[in-house]
Structures are given as structure tokens and as C-alpha cells.
């Protein structure tokens, strides 16, 4: 509970910085590469878990939420997958180990500090050309949008999945930003974490919206990582036929 606390009160360094600002993240980098067995991703995932429970809990989806974004990930059987919020790399191991052995997982961070950090872990645990973390933003000027289309095979119906889990503010303009690239097709999972806490009012009223015609949303119920009395909720949202039929935002015709 006072781990916690702490953390809350370094909010601001969080939002400003995208670490909590006491070095945790790269100590969680060191303790990995200590204690966890090389080339094992399950066991780095144990570690991660391990050292949030035990030394200082870190701002990633953590084990109980995990099993949701495991079980959507299995079920979607993506090839493309798209990451917002890469933090230290956890969530990004836990797509790596359930998606298929020719998927591959872009994600994207703004915090150069974080990316160099999952870089670290994901090097130890041995996932390869599989997974990649770009360092950017979808909203930075199409540097990174254009990234995505030129080196990673990002096009019209090409993405399967999104986990969308970095800045509450960025959901919609994030989600609006894919839509208008017409990355997804009918079918196409977009998973977003912390829907209640701090939660993302514009981004749920949006789905709430379009309930039925451009998506459809289940939601799941669970709690705020690593503890069990704040409940949170993650959105798994079906990009629907008759949304792929209207274009950017729900406004245009669909590509061929
Ligand atoms: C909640 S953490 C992500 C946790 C990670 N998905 C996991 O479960 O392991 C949010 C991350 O998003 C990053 N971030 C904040 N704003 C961003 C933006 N506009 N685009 C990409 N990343 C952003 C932060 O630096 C932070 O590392």
C-alpha cells in the first residue's frame, strides 16, 4: 500500500516522463538480466511480476490483467499487432509468448529511456526480430505512422490487433489517428487497458457511441496491477463490417 502511494504521488513525473523517476525501471532491467534464466520469456515475465510484487511496483498490465490480454490475443490469432505504451516491455512479452510463430508486434513508446529498457529485456529473453519497440508517438507529425507504413508492413486491413495502454488523453486521438490510416479490417481487436483507473471518458463515450454499427465491446472486469482492492476495467472492442464499410473515422468509403 505506501509502494503505492509513493508512486501515486510521482504521477506528474510519470505523465511528464513516462518513468516513475526514482530509476526503477532500469533497475528492473538489471534485475531481470540477474534473475531470470536467458532466452526464457516465461521466466522473465515471472521475474517482472516478482520484482513489482516484491521491490517496486511498475506501471505495467501486470499478472491478473495479463490473463485478458493473453486470452484476446489467443483468440484474435493476429499476425500484425500494434503496441501503444511499450513502458519496460512486459506487455509486449506476454503478446510474444500467445501470438503465432510469424506474428510480429510493433510498439510504440515516447520515452527513449523505456525503450532502451525493454530493448534490454526482450534482447535477455531472447524474443528477436519478432517484437519491435519504435521509439515515438502516433501524433508525432506521421514520423512514426510513416515508420509503421514504409518498414513494418502497416497498410489498409493489415492490423489484426491493438493494445492500447499509454496516456488516457491519447486514446481517441490515437484510435482516430489508426482509423484514418484504415489499418483495421472487420475482425481487427482493440484491447485498452486502465479504463477506469485513471480512465478514458472520451475513448469509452466514442465505443459507447457506436455500440453495434463500428464496434462492438466486452468488458473485463479485474484490478489495478499488482493489488486487489482498486478495480479497473479493460475494453476488448471488435472493429465491426458496416465500421470497415465507412472510412477514416466512420466518414468515408472503405478501400478496396
Ligand atoms: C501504462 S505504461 C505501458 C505498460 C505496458 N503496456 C505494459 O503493460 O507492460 C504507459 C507507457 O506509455 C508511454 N507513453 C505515454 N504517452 C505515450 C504516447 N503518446 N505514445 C506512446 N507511448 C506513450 C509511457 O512512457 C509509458 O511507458
Avoid at 522473465?44 to 498490465?61: F, K, P, S, W
Wanted: with cysteine; glycine share 10%; net charge neutral.
Amino acid at each position: 500500500m505506501a509502494k503505492r502511494l509513493s508512486m501515486l504521488m510521482r504521477m506528474g513525473n510519470l505523465t511528464r516522463t513516462g518513468q516513475v523517476g526514482d530509476g526503477r525501471e532500469e533497475a528492473l532491467a538489471d534485475y531481470v538480466l540477474a534473475h531470470a534464466a536467458p532466452g526464457d520469456v516465461d521466466d522473465a515475465i515471472r521475474v517482472i511480476d516478482e520484482y513489482a510484487y516484491r521491490q517496486a511496483t511498475l506501471i505495467n498490465i501486470g499478472d491478473e490483467k495479463g490473463l485478458v490480454l493473453d486470452a484476446a490475443v489467443r483468440r484474435a490469432e493476429p499476425r500484425l499487432l500494434l503496441e501503444l505504451g511499450t513502458y519496460c516491455g512486459y506487455s509486449a512479452l506476454r503478446m510474444s509468448r500467445v501470438m503465432g510463430p510469424k506474428a510480429r508486434l510493433c510498439s510504440i513508446e515516447f520515452s527513449a529511456a523505456n525503450a532502451a529498457v525493454a530493448r534490454r529485456i526482450w534482447d535477455h529473453a531472447g524474443l528477436g526480430e519478432r517484437v519491435t519497440v519504435l521509439h515515438g508517438t502516433l501524433g508525432d507529425d506521421g514520423r512514426t505512422i510513416d515508420r509503421l507504413n514504409s518498414e513494418y508492413g502497416f497498410g489498409p486491413g493489415r492490423l489484426d490487433f491493438v493494445f492500447v495502454d499509454h496516456i488516457a488523453r491519447a486514446y481517441l486521438p490515437d484510435l482516430r489517428r489508426i482509423l484514418d490510416q484504415r489499418w483495421l479490417r472487420p475482425g481487427s481487436i482493440v484491447l485498452a487497458d486502465n479504463m477506469k483507473v485513471p480512465g478514458a471518458p472520451h475513448y469509452r463515450a466514442y465505443l459507447r457511441e457506436h455500440e453495434g454499427t463500428q464496434w462492438r465491446t466486452r468488458e473485463h472486469h479485474a484490478h489495478v496491477e499488482y493489488q486487489s482492492w482498486v478495480k479497473d476495467l479493460v475494453l476488448e472492442s471488435e472493429y465491426l463490417p458496416s465500421g470497415a464499410a465507412t472510412g477514416p473515422g466512420g466518414t468515408g468509403p472503405a478501400p478496396a
